[in-house]
C-alpha cells in the first residue's frame, strides 16, 4: 500500500542512512517513495540514463532511506509519473493539468534536462538534425494546440475556439426558433448568406484546428482513442455532409433539403450537439471531473444495476395490482416508467395507482426507493470528493 504520512515524515528521513547490502544487479526492483507515493521500477530501467539523477548510483545514493528502504523524494507527485515514463521508454508524456513550469522543475531536479541536452550534443548527421527540427516543431505546435498556458498566442488561439463554440452553440438554438428558421435554411431569406458565411468561417477554424492536432499528435493511432478529438469530428460532420448532399449553393447542413436526404441530414443534426462539449477541453475542474467519474465506473454501475432490479421487480408487481382496476398499468413497461418516476421523487403524475393496495404499495416503493438509491450514492459521492482531491494537487 502506498505510504501517505507524508507531512509526519522528518526532514532527515534519509540523512545518515545508507542502503543495506546495496549491491544491487540490474534486475533487482527498486523503490521510489515520492511525497508519499511508491513507485516500483528495476535499476536496469534506471541505469539506461547514468547522467541524471535517478540513473546514478552516487546521485541517488542520499536519498535511500533506511526507514523506508526506499529512495524518498519529496517532490511533486503527478509529475514522477511522467518522469518515470521517461525512465521506462525514452519518451517524454507532460502530465495533464499541471503548471508547465512546475514540471519544468521536476525535470531540472531529476536530471532530464541534462540527459535531454547530452542526447542532443550527439545529433550530428544533418538528416538526424533535420528530423530532430522537424519533430521538435511538431511538439511545440501539439503543446501550442494543447495548452493554454504555454504562451500567449496559445491563450488567444483557446480564447477564439471558445469564442467560435459559444457563436455555433447560438447558431443551433436561435435556428429552432419558429421565427429565424427560415433564416438558416432558406437561401432566398435576408441574412441567409450572411449568416451562411459566419458558419462557413467558424466550421473552417474547427476544422483547421482538427487537421493541426491530427498531423502533430505524436502517435495517430493514439490520435483516434482521444475522447475530444472524436468529438471534434463528430461535431464538424454535419456541415460538410449537408453540402455534400444539398450543394455548396444551398448553405449546408439542411438546407433545402430533398425527401431523400432528409433522413441522413435529421441524424447528422444530432450529432451538432456535442460541439458544447468541447468546452470540456478548456476547463481543468471538468477534465477533473470528468477523471473522477471514470475512476467511480464500478460504482455507477452497482447504482445502474440496482436501478435496473428495483424497477423491474417493483414494476412487475405493480402491473399485477393494478392491472384489473387501472388501465394506466395495462403493461410492464408503463408500470416500469411509474416505478422509475416515483423513486426519482419527479412524479409527473401521469399516471398513479387507485386501488388500496396499489396505493400502499405505492407508498412502500417511494421510502424503499430513496433508501435503495441512497445507499450507492453515498458511496459515489465519496469516491469522486477523494479522486477530484487528488488531481487537484
Not at 530532430?132 to 511538439?139: L, N, Q, V, Y
Not at 451562411?196 to 473552417?204: E, H, Q
Request: proline share 4%; with cysteine.
Amino acid at each position: 500500500m502506498p505510504f501517505f504520512k507524508d507531512s509526519a515524515l522528518s526532514v532527515d528521513i534519509y540523512k545518515n542512512d545508507e542502503p543495506a547490502n546495496h549491491t544491487s544487479s540490474d534486475d533487482d526492483l527498486v523503490t521510489i517513495n515520492v511525497s508519499g507515493t511508491e513507485f516500483v521500477t528495476t535499476y536496469s530501467c534506471l541505469n539506461r540514463y547514468p547522467n541524471t539523477l535517478l540513473g546514478s548510483e552516487e546521485q541517488r545514493k542520499p536519498y535511500f532511506s533506511a526507514k523506508l528502504n526506499a529512495y524518498y523524494f519529496n517532490r511533486h507527485r503527478p509529475c514522477f509519473d511522467s518522469i518515470l515514463h521517461f525512465y521506462q521508454t525514452g519518451k517524454e508524456a507532460p502530465p495533464l493539468n499541471v503548471d508547465p513550469d512546475v514540471y519544468a522543475k521536476e525535470k531540472e531536479f531529476f536530471g532530464l534536462k541534462r540527459e535531454r541536452e547530452e542526447k542532443n550534443k550527439i545529433i550530428t548527421n544533418e538528416e538526424e538534425l533535420r528530423g530532430s527540427c522537424i519533430k521538435h516543431t511538431r511538439m511545440k505546435i501539439h503543446q501550442f494546440l494543447q495548452d493554454p498556458r504555454s504562451s500567449q498566442p496559445a491563450a488567444f488561439w483557446h480564447g477564439l475556439d471558445i469564442f467560435f463554440i459559444c457563436i455555433s452553440i447560438c447558431f443551433l438554438i436561435i435556428e429552432s426558433e419558429p421565427d429565424f428558421t427560415e433564416q438558416f435554411t432558406s437561401n432566398k431569406a435576408k441574412y441567409f448568406y450572411v449568416l451562411f458565411s459566419i458558419n462557413c468561417v467558424i466550421m473552417g477554424f474547427f476544422t483547421f484546428d482538427f487537421v493541426i492536432r491530427l498531423l502533430t499528435w505524436p502517435n495517430p493511432i493514439d490520435f483516434w482513442k482521444n475522447f475530444f478529438n472524436v468529438l471534434d469530428i463528430l461535431s464538424i460532420m454535419p456541415f460538410y455532409v449537408g453540402l455534400l448532399a444539398n450543394g455548396v449553393g444551398s448553405g449546408g447542413e439542411d438546407s433545402g433539403v430533398s425527401t431523400q436526404h432528409y433522413v441522413v441530414l435529421r441524424v447528422c443534426r444530432i450529432f451538432r450537439i456535442v460541439r458544447i462539449f468541447k468546452f470540456v477541453r478548456h476547463s481543468r475542474d471538468l477534465l477533473i471531473i470528468m477523471k473522477a467519474v471514470s475512476n467511480a465506473k464500478r460504482e455507477l454501475v452497482l447504482l445502474v444495476l440496482l436501478l435496473f432490479i428495483f424497477v423491474i421487480t417493483f414494476g412487475s408487481i405493480m402491473y399485477y395490482i393494478e392491472s384489473g382496476s387501472n388501465n394506466n398499468f395495462n403493461s410492464i413497461m408503463k408500470s416500469c416508467w411509474w416505478v422509475i418516476v416515483t423513486i426519482t421523487t419527479v412524479g409527473y403524475g401521469d399516471m398513479y395507482p387507485e386501488s388500496v393496495g396499489g396505493k400502499f404499495f405505492g407508498a412502500f416503493v417511494l421510502t424503499l426507493g430513496i433508501v435503495f438509491l441512497a445507499l450507492p450514492m453515498t458511496i459515489i459521492v465519496s469516491k469522486f470528493s477523494f479522486v477530484y482531491e487528488r488531481e487537484k494537487m
